[in-house]
């Protein structure tokens, strides 16, 4: 049966392939396309929703979000026949690789914005937003990101209301930080596929909880 969830990378730097290749029993299909974006076509032409995930700031999460998102999706859809449904697309997180990103809103359908909520990430978040995605006209979210509750809420709500106060579209789903999250990569595992824990299963909770969210269920 053929995949529903096709996730792509076409960040040069190529974690989402290293991360990817140490997964035993990977949920969905995957591919490295910086040097052939124009593949990118062939995905949407099959008919499924392509969903860029961009910020040109680096390590705001943008591969944990694609991964989980793209492992959520494949669970929830594990059941259908329909063929491919859903592609996710990692990209760089730079200005110098901005053709790159460009080059996949060309075949996207909508835009996830992962952002910490860190000060530091709040002007190149805004120069990703306005500059690059709002010029295509595309739907975009903004996905406050890595938000730790020990931290308390003063960080998560000062971000919030940035978001809010540049007119933004913000999830009202927030993915926290966890350290499972952080050992996922090394232990070649995506979220669906954590210990059964408690901690695990609130990790895993944030994805499913954004991908309801986002409507990536199925097809639109």
Do not use: C
């Not at 991964?67 to 697309?89: M, P, R």
């Amino acid at each position: 049966m053929p995949a529903s969830v096709y996730v792509v990378s076409i960040d040069p730097q190529a974690s989402t392939v290293w991360w990817a290749n140490r997964i035993t029993d990977l949920p969905f299909d995957f591919s490295q396309e910086h040097e052939s974006p124009e593949n990118l076509q062939v995905l949407k032409d099959a008919g499924a929703r392509v969903h860029v995930i961009a910020n040109q700031k680096g390590g705001v999460g943008k591969t944990t979000t694609t991964l989980n998102l793209g492992a959520v999706v494949a669970d929830v859809l594990k059941t259908s026949n329909k063929g491919l449904q859903h592609v996710f697309i990692d990209t760089p997180g730079s200005l110098q690789d901005e053709n790159l990103l460009l080059e996949a809103l060309k075949f996207a359908h909508d835009v996830i914005v992962p952002m910490p909520p860190e000060g530091l990430a709040f002007d190149p978040t805004a120069r990703t937003i306005q500059k690059v995605i709002v010029p295509t006209g595309l739907p975009f979210k903004v996905v406050v990101n890595n938000w730790d509750p020990r931290d308390g809420t003063a960080d998560l709500v000062d971000t919030q209301e940035y978001i809010d106060a540049q007119g933004w579209p913000r999830a009202q789903t927030v993915i926290r930080r966890y350290k499972v999250h952080t050992r996922a990569s090394v232990e070649g595992r995506v979220v669906t596929q954590y210990p059964k824990n408690r901690v695990a299963m609130e990790a895993r909770e944030d994805f499913f909880r954004l991908a309801l969210e986002m409507g990536y269920g199925g097809r639109a």
